[in-house]
Structures are given as C-alpha cells and as structure tokens.
C-alpha cells in the first residue's frame, strides 16, 4: 500500500475570483470573532486571474456548507502540483493523510479579534474541501491528523513544541514497513515543513517531494 502524507498550509486553497465571496461571507461574517475578512487579497496585484487568498480558518468556515460553489470557486495549486507528479509518474497513492493545524487551544478572545492573530491561518475548517478535492482526484478518502498545541506561547511557529507535536501524530500512523510512504512538507509554518521532513528523515522508507 503506497501512502502520501502532506501537510497544509494558510494558502493551499485560494479563490479563484472574488465574485461569490461578498455574500458567501456575509452568511456567517458576525459568527466570527473578527470580521475583517470581507476583502480577498490578489496573489498577484497585476495578475487578478492567478486568485485570491484569505485566512485558511476563515475560508473553511465559509465554504464548509457550500459544496455547490466548490469547483467555481475554488483553487488548489499546490495540491494540483502534486496530483500532475503522481500522474506523471504513474503512482496510485493508497492511503492520503492530510496534517491539519488548531491552535484554538492557545489563543485567547482579546487575541483573536485581530486578522492577523495566527489563529486566523489554522488548516483545520479545511478539512471538507480538501476531502472532496482529494475524493474527486484520486478517488480516495483521505485521513486527517491534527496538529494541536496547547502550551501558551507556543504554537505552531515554534521548532521544538511543533517537532514533539508531528512526532506523536505520526506515532499513530499504522502502515506497511514494507511499502513506500510519500511524504509533502512544503506546506505550513517553516516549523512544521521542517518537523515533518526531519522525522521523515529518521525512517528511509519515506520519500520527501
């Protein structure tokens, strides 16, 4: 069984325009505790075609209940480079495991009333879209692992606590030691991209792409 482990990061999921997200935001705009979302920011500033991003928290919260606009809406470019690979390559991952990030357990309300608070850029109201992404592409159902802290002051930014946090998600993995185990790390905080390739790194099975 071929396994492709892949962290997620703030902009693996974009808009591709801006058309639906003023009144796809409203719906839930006074739900959040900051509303300061009402504008996407362009990719490119002279380019309006390469998409839009926002907050990976705040677009999961707004599309998790809008199926129906995920294939107009939405784009996936890192995960598309990585579906073109296994293609190209002819390879059939298996088993998907996606790595989400939460960090609602180390911000407080008087923190996140701001847009810029980290909490904003968490992967975990994702997981819907990446499911059906991942469901239409490669046919599969993928698993998800969160990546939780809960020490103050110490989130996902930092080396240590991340590298102890991706230790014990990937200490719950159970797979076939004989089979090849893919592994996508460029994704998310520097300190997770470098966690995951370092205890990728310990088992010569996993190949890092």
Same mark, same amino acid.
């Given at each position: 069984?071929?396994?492709?482990?892949?962290?997620?990061?703030?902009?693996?999921?974009?808009?591709?325009?801006?058309?639906?997200?003023?009144?796809?935001?409203?719906?839930?705009?006074?739900?959040?505790?900051?509303?300061?979302?009402?504008?996407?920011?362009?990719?490119?500033?002279?380019?309006?075609?390469?998409?839009?991003?926002?907050?990976?928290?705040?677009?999961?919260?707004? @599309? $998790? !209940?809008? +199926?129906?606009?995920?294939?107009?809406?939405?784009?996936? =470019? %890192? #995960?598309?480079? *990585?579906?073109?690979?296994?293609?190209?390559?002819?390879?059939?991952?298996?088993?998907?495991?996606?790595?989400?990030?939460?960090?609602?357990?180390?911000?407080?309300?008087?923190?996140?009333? @701001? $847009? !810029?608070? +980290?909490?904003?850029?968490?992967?975990?109201?994702?997981? =819907? %879209? #990446?499911?059906? *992404?991942?469901?239409?592409?490669?046919?599969?159902?993928?698993?998800?692992?969160?990546?939780?802290?809960?020490?103050?002051?110490?989130?996902?930014?930092?080396?240590?606590?991340?590298?102890?946090?991706?230790?014990?998600?990937?200490?719950?993995?159970?797979?076939?030691?004989?089979?090849?185990?893919?592994?996508?790390?460029?994704?998310?905080?520097?300190?997770?991209?470098?966690?995951?390739?370092?205890?990728?790194?310990?088992?010569?099975?996993?190949?890092?792409?």
């Amino acid at each position: 069984m071929t396994i492709w482990i892949v962290t997620t990061g703030n902009s693996d999921v974009i808009l591709k325009n801006d058309k639906s997200w003023g009144s796809l935001y409203d719906e839930i705009r006074y739900d959040l505790e900051c509303t300061e979302f009402a504008s996407p920011l362009p990719v490119d500033p002279k380019d309006k075609s390469a998409g839009y991003t926002i907050p990976a928290r705040v677009l999961g919260l707004v @599309y $998790e !209940k809008q +199926p129906d606009y995920y294939k107009s809406d939405l784009n996936f =470019p %890192l #995960l598309d480079t *990585y579906y073109q690979y296994f293609e190209d390559n002819n390879i059939k991952p298996e088993r998907i495991i996606i790595l989400l990030t939460d960090q609602t357990k180390i911000f407080k309300q008087d923190q996140i009333i @701001y $847009e !810029k608070c +980290p909490y904003w850029q968490d992967t975990c109201t994702l997981k =819907p %879209l #990446l499911e059906w *992404y991942l469901k239409d592409k490669f046919k599969s159902q993928p698993e998800f692992l969160e990546i939780i802290p809960i020490n103050a002051n110490k989130g996902i930014d930092n080396w240590n606590e991340t590298l102890s946090l991706v230790e014990e998600a990937f200490c719950k993995l159970d797979y076939n030691s004989l089979k090849p185990v893919y592994v996508s790390h460029q994704a998310g905080t520097p300190a997770i991209s470098s966690a995951v390739q370092f205890v990728s790194l310990v088992d010569s099975r996993k190949l890092s792409f």
